[in-house]
Structure formats: C-alpha cells, structure tokens
T-cell receptor
Framework: TQLLEQSPQFLSIQEGENLTVYCNSSSVFSSLQWYRQEPGEGPVLLVTVVTGGEVKKLKRLTFQFGDARKDSSLHITAAQPGDTGLYLCAGGSNQGGKLIFGQGTELSVKP | DAGVTQSPTHLIKTRGQHVTLRCSPISGHKSVSWYQQVLGQGPQFIFQYYEKEERGRGNFPDRFSARQFPNYSSELNVNALLLGDSALYLC???????????FGNGTRLTVT
C-alpha cells in the first residue's frame, strides 16, 4: 500500500518567517503534486514534479522532488497571511489518474 | 469558464438511507474522479471514470457506486449510510486519464 506522510501536521508562524513542509514515502511515485485547500473549497493544484531531483519555483514557493522520487518538500519564503491554508501532497501512481494524498499540513500565518 | 460543479453543497442524511451526489466536469474534460475527505485528513480515492467506463476503484465497500453519463457528468451513490460516511466528497475532472485534476468545492455529507 502506497502511503504519504506529511510533516508537520500543524504549523503556526508569524508573517515574514520561512517554513518547510515535508512529504515522505517508502514508495516510488511517477509524479508528485502539491495542492492548497482553503475552508469550504476543493484543493487547487500548485505544482507537479515528475523528475527525481526536480526543483520548481512559484513566486515565494519552492518545490523539490527527491532523487529517488519517494519524497518531496515545499519551502515558503517570507510567509504571508494569504498563504494560510491546508497544504496537501499527492503522489501519482501508474494507475491512470489515481492520486495518493498525504494527510495535509495546516498552515496559519499570523500578521 | 465554469469549473467543476457539484451538487448539492451540503446534505444531511440518516443512517441507513442512501444518497446521490452529482458532478459536472469542466467542459471538454472526459475523466471524472471521486474522493472522500474526512475532517483532518487528506482526500482518499474512491473512483475514476473515463469515457463512461470505470478505470479505477479505491478501497471502499460495495455500498459505494458511481457512473458517468454520455455528457461526462457523473453521479456517486452511497447506500446504507453509516455515521463514518460523514465527509466532504470531492469530484475532480481532467482532460484525459492522467492529466492534472481540477477539483470542485465538494459536497459536505453529514450522516446522523
């Protein structure tokens, strides 16, 4: 069974701080996606990484896929209150579009 | 352009009843997937349909069923509801099987 573990589960920081969220597995994934979900809404795709060692940047967010394609990280620089939300990593299998989600990291950025 | 639309947005049912949730994909998208998200957890895969055929099924009991219509919309049916079925049910559409998922805002099901 493929599982993804995210850490930390909860993170409360002040505006301007940096943070890193980790997503780990013992399984290899064909791709790794990061989503952000706000209360009352569905997850919104932030990025997809497919190559081991790949790094992608989205403004203040940096995503990295592990060399072995078993883990990923999300780093946010100078967090803003607008970054508040539930961050989810999801691994793609070779079974079409089925995604395996981590349990999420609840981020709260206080002004 | 309209995103993925789900109906109803909220639903309260009693144990033992059945429920039908509906999803309209983004225009042009041929695949629809269903996920269950229990409070405090990440979404869990239930079904994926592509061109009206089931292409994937998660680890859910036979009380859960789904179908996709010729217009690519989809229904998720749950029979004999249990308290543990209370969750946010998310529908996602994609252009083809393994292209990026676009999620709707979900249906919040409460079973009492």
């Amino acid at each position: 069974t493929q599982l993804l573990e995210q850490s930390p589960q909860f993170l409360s920081i002040q505006e301007g701080e940096n943070l890193t969220v980790y997503c780990n597995s013992s399984s290899v994934f064909s791709s790794l996606q990061w989503y952000r979900q706000e209360p009352g809404e569905g997850p919104v795709l932030l990025v997809t990484v497919v190559t081991g060692g790949e790094v992608k940047k989205l403004k203040r967010l940096t995503f990295q896929f592990g060399d072995a394609r078993k883990d990923s990280s999300l780093h946010i620089t100078a967090a803003q209150p607008g970054d508040t939300g539930l961050y989810l990593c999801a691994g793609g299998s070779n079974q079409g579009g089925k995604l395996i989600f981590g349990q999420g990291t609840e981020l709260s950025v206080k002004p | 352009d309209a995103g993925v639309t789900q109906s109803p947005t909220h639903l309260i049912k009693t144990r033992g009843q059945h429920v039908t949730l509906r999803c309209s994909p983004i225009s042009g998208h041929k695949s629809v997937s269903w996920y269950q998200q229990v409070l405090g957890q990440g979404p869990q895969f239930i079904f994926q349909y592509y061109e009206k055929e089931e292409r994937g099924r998660g680890n859910f009991p036979d009380r859960f069923s789904a179908r996709q219509f010729p217009n690519y919309s989809s229904e998720l049916n749950v029979n004999a509801l249990l308290l543990g079925d209370s969750a946010l049910y998310l529908c996602a559409s994609s252009f083809v099987l393994d292209s990026p998922l676009h999620f709707g805002n979900g249906t919040r099901l409460t079973v009492t």
